[in-house]
């Protein structure tokens, strides 16, 4: 038997009609159902978190919970580079050519 697990059980997913520790007779059943599994929930709970298939101990796979910054942090933007919005005395910046 194989286990498809999620890490941890966030609201959306408990109201959902999935369920957790779902066993499976081949692997490839269970290794199938954890990355369409992680990918609907993706795309149909609230984007709170985000969800990510692995492969576990004993051939098993494990459903991973992260948070989803860009919908926690209002504003948040990864690309904003260093010089964006400090007190740097620096004439140049990291997008320039030439540096002096």
């Known amino acids: 038997m194989y286990i498809v697990q999620i890490e941890n ?11 957790n520790n779902k066993t499976f007779e081949t692997q490839q059943d269970a ?19 985000t969800f990510s298939a692995h492969r576990a101990q004993d051939s098993n796979f494990v459903i991973t ?22 007190d740097s005395t620096d004439t140049w910046t990291l997008e320039d050519i030439n540096k002096d």
Do not use: R, W
Request: aromatic share 12%; with cysteine.
């Open 31 to 49: 290794y199938q159902y954890a990355n369409i599994l992680a990918e609907l929930m993706n795309d149909e709970f609230c984007s709170t978190h």
């Open 65 to 86: 919970v992260a948070m989803n910054v860009d919908k926690i942090i209002p504003d948040y933007n990864p690309h904003i580079s260093c010089d964006e919005g400090c």
């Open 9 to 19: 059980e966030c609201k959306c997913f408990k109201k959902s009609e999935y369920s």
